[in-house]
């Protein structure tokens, strides 16, 4: 299974990227919005809000964990990725269609924690149909590339859905996800028509079946720990960059706008280079490597004193990210040994934890008009994390694993 099965499956490729640069438009499209449209558009206190967001971030991890452990056991996981982009366009045609705290609070905690597992569902998939059709290391190459198409939209989609909310309303916004929901059913919708495109419990796939001895060994656990630390360093970066920028370092809007597109731009191209760059070696030591470049940044930020400064250091950031955010992927998915599906789901169990641990270090360290602390409890973070994998690595190779 090679190069020649690759590209005879290149239409089915084609389809599932088109499916993850729509879900990367839905997601960026809602992110930047989903405050406002509560607390501005709802008139949502704070705190209500608060609970809302602990409620959804609790119930996306339970309902990813809860999928994924499902889309190792069914026959078809075309079907499972389809119910999640239903869901998750339901989720946001509610929002849009009902613009009310009741509609909001259902949409985003009851049905948006199964819609939302559409990144994980879908990379599961890619995964599991991949492992047919490439040896590992093409896999894990492809998954480096489909991982930077959601990256792309991220570029894409954030001054589209601007002007469609500052022309007409903030609300439709989620008009726009739910559409790109849709239009990734569609793309699943034609991969039911083909009979190569099935992937499931009774595919012959590598991953099918767990390898002996225990499907999640202790070095693992510790390795995923390790790439969960990572994920806190980079989330406190993304949550407390803006403020950094803006208060700190007393930068403008447009120059904020400015740094973060420019560091999303050079994520494209270092994720292509990443994944390269994991077929000729294993992939632990190239997030080791990473995490080490991230936190060279995030020391970086902390000593910026001038916005020239900041654009100095965002192809640090990019080199760091662009690892963080797509070749730990591949490196979860074989967390747990012949369940692709459940070890997916962690990525967003890691991004729950992730989220609750920023708030715990901005709540202990943040000040006013002084937020760069964070960034080095971040590194900190980011160091811990490649010191876990690089422990990790090193007893898998001494038990030969």
């Given at each position: 299974m090679g190069h020649r099965q690759l590209i005879k499956a290149s239409p089915i490729i084609a389809l599932l990227g088109a499916c993850i640069f729509l879900a990367g438009i839905a997601s960026a499209a809602v992110t930047p919005y989903r405050g406002l449209v509560a607390i501005d558009g709802l008139g949502m206190d704070n705190a209500a809000y608060a609970i809302v967001l602990a409620l959804a971030s609790i119930g996306a991890a339970i309902g990813s964990v809860i999928l994924g452990y499902a889309s190792d056991k069914v026959s078809d996981r075309r079907r499972l990725v389809i119910i999640c982009a239903a869901l998750g366009a339901v989720a946001y045609g509610l929002i849009w269609l009902v613009p009310s705290q009741l509609a909001y609070i259902v949409a985003v905690c009851a049905i948006l924690p199964f819609g939302a597992a559409l990144f994980s569902q879908s990379f599961a998939y890619a995964r599991a149909f991949l492992n047919q059709h490439a040896?590992?290391?093409?896999?894990?190459?492809?998954?480096?590339?489909?991982?930077?198409?959601?990256?792309?939209a991220w570029i894409v989609a954030p001054p589209l859905v601007g002007w469609i909310a500052s022309t007409y309303s903030m609300f439709d916004v989620f008009l726009v996800a739910a559409v790109a929901q849709l239009l990734c059913m569609l793309m699943f919708a034609l991969l039911l028509l083909r009979p190569e495109a099935k992937v499931g419990i009774h595919s012959a796939t590598r991953q099918a079946t767990a390898a002996p001895g225990s499907p999640f060994p202790p070095y693992r656990m510790l390795g995923t720990a390790g790439v969960a630390v990572l994920r806190i360093a980079l989330v406190v970066n993304l949550t407390v960059f803006p403020l950094v920028l803006i208060n700190d370092i007393g930068a403008s809007l447009a120059q904020l706008g400015l740094a973060a597109g420019l560091a999303a731009a050079l994520e494209v191209p270092f994720m292509l280079m990443w994944g390269f760059a994991a077929t000729r070696w294993p992939k632990e030591p190239i997030i080791i490597v990473s995490?080490?470049?991230?936190?060279?940044?995030?020391?970086?930020?902390?000593?910026?004193?001038?916005?020239?400064?900041?654009?100095?250091?965002?192809?640090?950031?990019?080199?760091?990210?662009?690892?963080?955010?797509?070749?730990?992927?591949?490196?979860?998915q074989d967390a747990i040994a012949g369940r692709v599906g459940l070890s997916t789901s962690l990525i967003d169990v890691m991004g729950v934890i992730a989220g609750f641990a920023t708030a715990g270090l901005f709540a202990i360290l943040s000040g006013p008009g002084n937020y760069a602390n964070i960034l080095l409890a971040a590194a900190a973070a980011s160091l811990l994390g490649a010191a876990l994998l690089a422990v990790s690595w090193q007893i898998r190779r001494r038990v030969g694993a």
């Open positions: 040896d590992t290391r093409r896999a894990e190459f492809m998954i480096a590339v489909l991982r930077s198409l959601f990256t792309a995490g080490v470049i991230f936190a060279a940044y995030l020391v970086g930020m902390f000593f910026a004193r001038s916005f020239e400064d900041v654009l100095l250091l965002q192809s640090l950031n990019a080199l760091g990210t662009a690892a963080l955010l797509s070749i730990t992927i591949s490196y979860v």
